[in-house]
């Protein structure tokens, strides 16, 4: 049996693909790949102002900090109410 310093490398990939999945699936934004589409877009298309640009990125870290927030939060009052336990 393992002890506590075992970090089950499989369920911990699975966890990433499920987050990442659910991101996609609800045509979320992650603020980094998000910042990258939309300063290509404002360098090779004319379709989007500066102050497009400025909104999209805006909201999408807007989102990572609420959503990173509430997801971290989650993870550490799991993990804190699971070590009371024992």
Same mark, same amino acid.
């Given at each position: 049996?393992?002890? /506590?310093? #075992? =970090? /089950?490398? &499989? ?13 996609? &699936?609800?045509?979320? #934004? #992650? ?15 004319? #379709?989007?102002? !500066? !102050? ?11 989102? +990572? !900090?609420? @959503? @990173? ?6 993870? +550490?009052?799991? =993990? ?7």
């Amino acid at each position: 049996m393992a002890g /506590p310093s #075992h =970090h /089950p490398a &499989l369920s911990q990939i699975i966890c990433i693909y499920i987050v990442t999945f659910l991101i996609g &699936l609800g045509g979320l #934004h #992650h603020s980094i790949a998000g910042s990258v589409e939309m300063f290509t877009a404002l360098f090779i298309s004319d #379709h989007f102002s !500066l !102050l497009q640009g400025v909104r999209f990125i805006g909201l999408a870290m807007l989102g +990572n !900090l609420i @959503g @990173g927030s509430v997801f971290v939060a989650t993870l +550490n009052y799991g =993990h804190i109410r699971k070590t009371q336990e024992i």
